[in-house]
C-alpha cells in the first residue's frame, strides 16, 4: 500500500481503486495535514469493495434517528502510513427491518429468515 504523506498519495489511493475496478467514492473527505481520509459509498457492494481493497480490519456500526428516520452507519477503517482511512456507508432503515441492525452484514442474512 501506498504512503499518504502527501495529498497527491491520498488521491492516488482513490484512483489506485477506481483503476482495479472499484466505483469512485460518492464524496470524499481529506483532512488537512493527511491523517485522515474518509470515503462515503452508495451501496453495500462498494462498502465491501472498498473495505476489502484497502484491508480495513476495524468495522463498526451506529445506528441512529434523523429525524423521524432510523439510518445505519456502517463504518470500515485502517490505519495507513498514520493516516486513519475510513469507508462509511449510509442507509435508511424502516421499522419494518429493525431485525437486520442485529447483524454486521445484513446481505449475509438468509432472505427466507428474515
Do not use: K
Not at 44 to 68: F, I, K, M, Q
Amino acid at each position: 500500500m501506498t504512503e499518504l504523506a502527501t495529498r497527491a498519495q491520498a488521491f492516488g489511493l482513490i484512483a489506485e481503486g477506481v483503476a482495479a475496478g472499484l466505483s469512485a467514492p460518492w464524496r470524499l473527505y481529506l483532512a488537512r495535514g493527511c491523517r485522515y481520509l474518509s470515503l462515503s459509498v452508495g451501496d453495500r457492494a462498494e462498502w465491501n469493495a472498498w473495505r476489502t481493497h484497502l484491508g480495513c480490519p476495524e468495522l463498526s456500526v451506529r445506528v441512529y434517528d434523523a429525524g423521524g428516520e432510523i439510518r445505519r452507519s456502517s463504518v470500515a477503517e485502517v490505519v495507513l502510513d498514520g493516516c486513519r482511512v475510513s469507508v462509511e456507508l449510509v442507509e435508511e432503515v424502516s421499522t419494518g427491518d429493525l431485525d437486520q441492525l442485529l447483524v454486521a452484514d445484513p446481505a449475509s442474512v438468509d432472505p427466507e429468515e428474515r
